[in-house]
């Protein structure tokens, strides 16, 4: 499947910067539309003012959540002129409650989201739920770009993060129309089991699969030498110099990574390369 509608979700050009000029040229590459969503939340929570507030506050809050979200698409607007793609640009509040099922709504029908980090400095929570609104309610792959990192025009290489489960495989089929453009995909297997239906030939039939819809793939089988997965993965993309991760998103639930720590919110704090994700 093409790339045929893209959308961005930005709450500051500044800190979004990076997503919104690799959706540009996500466009470019594939001749696709570009819808970029100007975000401004409104962090009143529900049951938080005692009863007989002013109300003047609540609405206080409503309307510099309109004006930012206004201030941002003009800016976004300017950035945009010039460019040699279809786009539009669309202004949004939300409250913080909401926000999940707004989020959902507008990216639903999208392709692929393009989206900003979601953890590090000066990131509120506000950004781990706009990218896990994409994935798990807008049920759709999300890439997710590093704060100082460049979308590769082509990428040359990808490296995909197989561990046989279902959320992999479908990273992989939301990615394949980079991958069909990727000079290698290398798909990674790290300790794969040794009584497992493929242990004579770990990533085989993924290779072939691939191989039938043009891809150049090869497979990587890497030791668990160091604790976390995430720490593999990229210490592998940097020896092998790939541009690209595509992997499988929360296969343990949100709470436990949230809690915990896991493969995806690990490699989302860590990459300084461009994710792929699908759930």
């Given at each position: 499947m093409a790339y045929k509608s893209l959308i961005t979700v930005l709450t500051d050009l500044e800190m979004d910067g990076a997503a919104l000029q690799a959706a540009i040229k996500v466009a470019h590459q594939e001749d696709a539309h570009l819808d970029v969503l100007c975000l401004g939340i409104d962090r009143t929570q529900p049951g938080f003012y005692y009863a007989g507030a002013n109300a003047l506050v609540i609405q206080e809050n409503l309307v510099s959540a309109q004006e930012d979200a206004v201030?941002?698409?003009?800016?976004?607007?300017?950035?945009?002129?010039?460019e040699d793609i279809r786009w539009a640009v669309q202004p949004a509040t939300a409250q913080t409650a909401w926000l999940t099922s707004a989020v959902a709504h507008?990216?639903?029908?999208?392709?692929l989201v393009i989206l900003p980090k979601p953890y590090g400095e000066g990131r509120g929570h506000e950004s781990e739920v706009i990218t896990e609104a994409a994935l798990?309610?807008?049920?759709?792959?999300?890439?997710?770009?590093?704060?100082?990192?460049?979308?590769?025009?082509?990428?040359?290489?990808?490296?995909?993060?197989?561990?046989?489960?279902?959320?992999?495989?479908?990273?992989?089929?939301?990615?394949?129309?980079?991958?069909?453009?990727?000079?290698?995909?290398?798909?990674?297997?790290?300790?794969?089991?040794?009584?497992?239906?493929?242990?004579?030939?770990?990533?085989?039939?993924?290779?072939?699969?691939?191989?039938?819809?043009?891809?150049?793939?090869?497979?990587?089988?890497?030791?668990?030498?160091?604790?976390?997965?995430?720490?593999?993965?990229?210490?592998?993309?940097?020896?092998?110099?790939?541009?690209?991760?595509?992997?499988?998103?929360?296969?343990?639930?949100?709470?436990?990574e949230s809690i915990l720590g896991g493969a995806t919110r690990n490699m989302l704090e860590l990459a300084d390369v461009p994710v792929l994700l699908a759930h």
């Open positions: 201030k941002l698409e003009h800016a976004v607007t300017k950035r945009m002129k010039g507008q990216t639903r029908l999208a392709d798990f309610d807008g049920h759709v792959p999300v890439l997710v770009m590093p704060d100082k990192g460049e979308w590769p025009d082509p990428v040359r290489r990808a490296i995909i993060a197989w561990n046989e489960s279902a959320e992999a495989l479908c990273a992989i089929r939301a990615a394949m129309p980079i991958l069909q453009r990727a000079e290698t995909v290398d798909i990674a297997i790290i300790d794969p089991p040794p009584h497992g239906p493929d242990r004579s030939d770990p990533g085989g039939q993924l290779s072939q699969m691939l191989a039938r819809h043009g891809v150049r793939a090869e497979v990587s089988v890497l030791a668990k030498t160091m604790p976390r997965v995430s720490d593999i993965l990229c210490r592998h993309c940097t020896d092998i110099g790939a541009d690209l991760i595509v992997m499988g998103a929360y296969g343990h639930s949100r709470f436990r």
